[in-house]
């Protein structure tokens, strides 16, 4: 079959479209055919290995330890392995994955879950990584509840439409800050108040906010904090905090303001469950939880896939397709 593979790490160019073997279901593991995986930061990351704490994190520290990227995945399930009992070839299902950038992938058994009906496979591979962000930083870390105010800094991207959606399904007021070309999708999505980067600084306002998803960080932590309500949470979810600690970096300083503010630090590591998958299918099978899939590729492209998130400026999700 053909995979993309990774023998060390670099740019994109360390990508290769390549034949290997196709992978062998463990004992409760499924073999899927994909369909479809989603592009997330993360697979930058790997691919550059950096930021380099990931390297020490066991990522592997010359050379990376696991040579097929992508981990969000949608198809249809090949094979299952002999303990597998939730699953049976030709179930369409979605989820966490292994290598998923190929034409055929090994998940855990409960890393999947049944693909909803009427949702593509396109759809259904951007939700795990960002849906499960999503939801767990607004339920979880935020702890949200109807009728609070939520502000999402970087809306428009894979976790910031989701957690728009996902915090409107809960009753919440949300304003989401996007750029110029964002602003009616976001409103589409259901975000009551829309701030657009380009014309206004959100934290120029007298609002006040009961929680702050900030996927950007482009403001101080003093700044934001004064944005929030006395109790009001602040989860700093930017991944971009410089080549060695990346996101830590703004973990650390969360840690460190902590003792000396009364506003809730709430940063967080997203983790796959397989009740959150079924939440997500769930939201997104009674039309709550729709994927924006800004984008496409093929999988021979999936190098250029992930520069495109890089970039920073994706449109909901990217995907590529096999
Ligand atoms: N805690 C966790 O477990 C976890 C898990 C996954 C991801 N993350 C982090 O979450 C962050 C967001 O991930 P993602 O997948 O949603 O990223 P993404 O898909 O690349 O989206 C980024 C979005 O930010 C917008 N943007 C860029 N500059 C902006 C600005 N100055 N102000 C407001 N919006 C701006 C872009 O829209 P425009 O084109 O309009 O600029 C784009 O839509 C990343 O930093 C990632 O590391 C954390």
Wanted: glycine letters at 12%; charged letters at 25%.
């Amino acid at each position: 079959m053909k995979a993309i593979v990774q023998d060390m790490y670099g740019d994109p160019d360390v990508l290769e479209f390549r034949e290997v073997d196709r992978p062998e279901p463990g004992e409760r593991q499924v073999l899927v055919r994909v369909h479809a995986a989603g592009v997330n930061i993360a697979d930058w990351f790997i691919m550059t290995g950096t930021p380099y704490f990931l390297r020490l994190a066991g990522f592997g520290l010359r050379t990376p330890k696991r040579t097929t990227p992508g981990t969000d995945v949608a198809g249809v399930v090949e094979a299952v392995g002999g303990g597998v009992t939730r699953f049976k070839p030709g179930d369409e299902v979605f989820g966490e994955g292994k290598a998923t950038f190929a034409e055929y992938a090994c998940a855990d058994e409960d890393d999947l879950v049944a693909k909803p009906a009427g949702v593509t496979f396109e759809e259904a591979a951007g939700l795990p990584l960002a849906g499960i962000t999503a939801l767990q930083g607004v339920r979880d870390a935020a702890k949200l509840t109807a009728g609070q105010r939520l502000l999402v800094n970087g809306s428009s991207g894979g976790v910031g439409h989701f957690a728009v959606q996902i915090a409107k399904s809960m009753g919440a007021e949300v304003t989401a800050v996007c750029g110029p070309n964002n602003v009616e999708l976001v409103r589409e999505l259901g975000a009551d108040h829309v701030v657009d980067y380009s014309r206004e600084d959100f934290t120029r306002t007298s609002e006040r906010y009961d929680a702050i998803l900030d996927h950007i960080m482009n403001h101080p932590f003093s700044v934001l904090l004064r944005l929030l309500t006395p109790t009001g949470a602040l989860m700093p979810n930017s991944g971009n905090g410089g080549k060695w600690l990346g996101g830590g970096r703004h973990r650390l300083k969360a840690e460190v303001i902590r003792p000396f503010t009364r506003r809730r630090m709430a940063p967080f590591l997203g983790k796959t469950t397989r009740a959150d998958l079924e939440e997500l299918a769930r939201l997104a099978e009674s039309g709550q939880l729709r994927t924006v899939v800004g984008h496409t590729y093929p999988l021979s492209d999936t190098a250029r896939a992930i520069q495109h998130v890089a970039g920073g400026h994706a449109r909901g999700k990217v995907v590529v397709t096999s």
